[in-house]
């Protein structure tokens, strides 16, 4: 056996271990290219005449990793975009500014270290670039693409995997081999692998690409693009502990309904409606269609509908700020809502219910108010936000809607200084929006052809909608009958054309038949899930847990211990309220630490920085956990908490 056979064994080994289908792929593949070894003995794949290299690999990766690191493809975040966090990291972030002021440590605008927690490299090749690029950057999370087998299989005689890649697995770390080509699974995966491993580690995230494929571009276009949503929705620990507070004082006492999603399909049609500016030009549209269509506003869409005379069935809520009661409260004012059932989430401010006569409330499961009063998934609205325009779209798919046509669904705009309905709420009296001028930072397609701008919000907005609408099931259809983004796997409509038959039944029955659908929760319900406060104890059990796993990893700069805490956090996972409570926060104080400690000028007062983030990380944990304890002590015994309840300006 020669000496590449003999490696192409122990890899093969090795991947029988990581990904036995992939092995068994690997064991009997027959290639279609062939090695070519130059003078100095490197390797070269070349297939029907041509090479990838077109020299030795090794030569080739040592050039490539010198011009790389001259420019460096490396995702890192501002001290703008950090500052803005909650108040847990902010006692950090002060704390840390004061200790590194008092002790003459500096931090540089850009990071001083290469080491970083996440790595992607788009592209194995012959794997010649691997070991010195793995050196470099230490990291605790590897993502290697590679979509052309060929290369993989004769990788398997020129690199040793078992040597160079299994240390990391054995060191703690995780390796994800991506072998597909088709960009939209390779973008996906990498989502999903970034927000399960390292989702506070986006500081630093290092792209290596190895040579050039139309795959490996559309996945730095998403970074490069689409990054700043990976950081987006961490959550906050004072957040959640008004959401909990919220859903105990808005289900205590047995008398709410809940919503309880069900695959019954509905044959009437149902016009789910936003206040996005060109619901204007479809007024006339829903109101002759009105009692054909059941209609659900969504947010600041309730108004416009009212003063056009059209009453929805339901009125969908998402936000638990305090406008989410006070805009319905100024237009009950105006208007009767006595007919109209409130959609909203658990974690409305209570205030809501003096609002509305009738509601059904439903849980949103990314939210530690789920498992904490729930934890049977048919409570929940599959895709709820970022917008309640997407609350809105998610009630219609749940309850198995077959017709569903989007007015006012915007999520995009061409001038934007008209950026709402003109009779919405964002309108004052003197014809002006309220918020002025919308910021916006991209242009996407527009649903009627063209462009319209955007923003990073509502982008994220479309590619939940995208996902929700594959993920329905057959049998649906979705116009989009806003002039505003596209969006894919909807039909653009103008809503001119939209006519419906008359209904075979009136509208009132489809309505009470889904309403008669969705439970009463009640006292035992809420006693079965609260269980006394069970909750505190639970968090307890969580933060000490945390504090260990910090103390056992006490040098912070190998980053080993962020993977530690992953595994606690579970960041895919929505089954345990203590940790849903905490992870937001220990998040973000990761980013502030991990921000600072990346940057640091002085080397020789690195390990000092380190034994205080550390100490202050073990201290604001420790102080989560007491004040989960107090604020929810007291909540049951005033219905109200003693320092974190949010007060709004």
Same mark, same amino acid.
């Given at each position: ?252 006492? /047995?008398?709410?309904? +809940?919503?309880?999603?069900?695959? @019954? !399909? ?5 016009? %789910?409606?936003? =206040? ?11 109101r002759a269609n009105q009692e054909r269509a059941v209609i659900v506003s969504c947010g600041t869409a309730l108004l416009p509908l009212l003063r056009a005379g059209i009453t929805p069935d339901f009125h969908a809520e998402l936000e638990r700020s305090k406008y989410q009661m006070e805009i319905p409260k100024g237009v009950a004012e105006e208007f009767d809502l006595s007919q109209i059932y409130l959609l909203g989430s658990t974690t409305l401010v209570p205030g809501v219910k003096q609002v509305f006569e009738k509601r059904i409330f439903y849980f949103r499961h990314l939210l530690s108010s789920f498992p904490a009063f729930s934890g049977e998934l048919r409570n929940c609205l599959r895709y709820p936000s970022p917008t309640v325009g ?9 309850? /198995?809607?077959?017709? +569903?046509?989007?007015?006012?669904? @915007? !999520? ?5 200084? %008209?950026?709402? =309905? ?228």
């Amino acid at each position: 056996m020669t000496g590449s056979e003999d490696i192409f064994e122990q890899n093969l080994v090795f991947f029988k271990e990581i990904n036995p289908v992939l092995a068994e792929r690997l064991a009997t593949y027959k290639a279609l290219s062939t090695l070519e070894f130059d003078g100095d003995g490197e390797p070269d794949v070349v297939f029907q005449g041509m090479k990838l290299y077109g020299k030795g690999a090794q030569k080739y990766a040592a050039e490539q990793i010198e011009a790389f690191w001259k420019s460096p493809s490396v995702i890192t975040l501002t001290r703008k975009s950090i500052i803005i966090t909650d108040s847990e990291a902010t006692k950090l972030l002060n704390g840390l500014l004061q200790f590194a002021d008092d002790n003459a440590i500096t931090f540089s605008e850009n990071r001083t270290t290469r080491n970083a927690f996440h790595l992607v490299v788009l592209g194995a090749g012959l794997g010649q670039h691997m070991q010195s690029l793995l050196e470099d950057v230490q990291p605790r999370n590897l993502i290697l693409v590679e979509p052309n087998f060929e290369f993989l299989y004769q990788s398997l005689f020129t690199f040793n995997w078992n040597g160079v890649i299994r240390p990391i697995i054995e060191d703690g770390g995780n390796v994800h081999l991506l072998v597909d080509s088709e960009p939209k699974v390779l973008i996906s995966e990498v989502r999903r692998i970034y927000s399960e491993y390292g989702r506070a580690s986006i500081d630093g995230l290092t792209v290596y690409r190895h040579y050039e494929n139309p795959a490996f571009t559309a996945v730095e276009q998403f970074l490069a693009t689409q990054g700043d949503k990976l950081f987006s929705g961490l959550g906050f620990f004072e957040d959640e502990i008004n959401m909990i507070a919220n859903t105990y004082n808005n289900l205590k006492g /047995g008398q709410e309904k +809940v919503f309880y999603a069900h695959s @019954d !399909l509905q044959d009437f049609p149902i016009f %789910v409606v936003g =206040s996005g500016p060109s619901l204007d030009g479809s007024i006339d549209v829903i109101r002759a269609n009105q009692e054909r269509a059941v209609i659900v506003s969504c947010g600041t869409a309730l108004l416009p509908l009212l003063r056009a005379g059209i009453t929805p069935d339901f009125h969908a809520e998402l936000e638990r700020s305090k406008y989410q009661m006070e805009i319905p409260k100024g237009v009950a004012e105006e208007f009767d809502l006595s007919q109209i059932y409130l959609l909203g989430s658990t974690t409305l401010v209570p205030g809501v219910k003096q609002v509305f006569e009738k509601r059904i409330f439903y849980f949103r499961h990314l939210l530690s108010s789920f498992p904490a009063f729930s934890g049977e998934l048919r409570n929940c609205l599959r895709y709820p936000s970022p917008t309640v325009g997407n609350t809105g779209i998610s009630f219609a798919e749940d309850i /198995g809607f077959r017709l +569903v046509y989007l007015f006012g669904m @915007d !999520l995009g705009f061409a001038d934007p200084t %008209v950026h709402h =309905s003109e009779n919405s709420v964002y309108r004052k009296v003197d014809g002006r929006h309220n918020f002025g001028i919308s910021p916006w930072d991209r242009v996407v397609p527009g649903n009627f052809g063209g462009e319209v701008k955007s923003t990073s919000v509502m982008q994220w907005a479309r590619d939940t909608l995208e996902v929700s609408i594959a993920n329905c099931g057959l049998g649906r259809i979705f116009y989009n009958c806003s002039d505003g983004s596209l969006i894919e796997g909807s039909v653009p409509l103008l809503p001119e054309f939209v006519d419906l038959p008359e209904p075979h039944e009136p509208k009132k029955v489809c309505v009470q038949r889904i309403v008669d659908g969705f439970p009463n929760y009640s006292d035992a319900d809420f006693e079965s899930h609260w269980q006394d406060g069970k909750l505190i104890q639970d968090v307890r059990a969580v933060g000490d847990r945390m504090i260990e796993r910090i103390e056992k990893k006490s040098d912070l700069k190998t980053k080993k211990y962020i993977t530690e805490l992953m595994k606690i956090v579970r960041a895919m996972e929505y089954d345990d309220s203590a940790i849903s409570l905490m992870r937001g926060s220990v998040y973000l104080l990761l980013v502030i630490g991990e921000h600072h400690l990346d940057r640091v000028v002085e080397d020789d007062k690195k390990d000092d920085l380190v034994a205080y983030i550390r100490k202050e990380y073990v201290r604001l944990i420790d102080s989560m956990c007491d004040e989960v304890a107090v604020e929810f002590s007291s909540l049951e015994k005033t219905g109200a908490l003693v320092n974190r309840e949010t007060v709004w300006a």
